[in-house]
């Protein structure tokens, strides 16, 4: 997993709420027990039109985000089904950070152990932030994890909520089993006295 410190990029405008994972990521694509090729299926029902086309209107599509990675949500993203594989694609298409008012738990645990960071601002926030992008679309925002702050294209700088333990894990690219392999030696000097 790649470190999360400052992550500055264009943000995607996908102001829905209740986006469930079945639409991040529909039901047939969970074949797989791997996350190599899941981008494709990312918003895969939004962003394909008939015969496989992309399809031009949708915001995933627009030349302007091609390489954008914070994603901006309605409230209660990620709702629906506990299925992993909903990081996995949105961290496959490249995007790296959800800014929403609102996630479902299991889904935020879930990015969090795949190297995506969900964003909880509260409304006033959201409402400036969607403001700015409406006067300006391809405006950046930066997020600086170690601070836990978002700063709006308009300056506001605000902060977010996380726990420490998913914060160091994203800050340094590892997951729960890479944390504990880190501390191997401590391990097996407990077991060695226990026996």
């Known amino acids: 997993m790649e470190p999360f410190q400052i992550l500055t990029s264009r943000v995607i405008p996908l102001l829905r709420d209740n986006i469930d994972t079945d639409q991040i990521i529909p039901a047939h694509f969970l074949k797989v ?67 929403s008012s609102s996630f479902a738990d299991i889904f935020r645990n879930n990015a969090m152990k795949n ?3 969900p964003v909880v601002l509260p409304a006033d926030i959201l409402a400036g932030l969607v403001g700015s992008l409406q006067s300006n679309p391809l405006s950046e925002v930066s997020i600086a994890l170690k601070k836990q702050s978002i700063r709006l294209p308009d300056g506001v700088e605000a902060t977010f909520p996380i726990d420490p333990f998913n914060k160091m894990c994203l800050l340094e690219g590892i997951d729960s089993l890479e944390y504990l392999l880190k501390h191997e030696e401590q391990i097996s000097a407990f077991e060695g006295k226990a026996k």
């Open 115 to 117: 190297g995506l960071l």
């Open 33 to 99: 027990t791997d996350k190599a090729g899941l981008a494709e299926g990312c918003f895969s029902s939004w962003r394909y039109i008939a015969g496989g086309k992309p399809d031009p209107e949708f915001v995933l599509n627009k030349p302007d985000y091609q390489g954008a990675q914070i994603l901006l949500a309605g409230d209660n993203f990620g709702c629906g089904s506990s299925r992993e594989h909903a990081p996995w694609a949105l961290v496959g298409w490249g995007i790296r950070a959800v800014i």
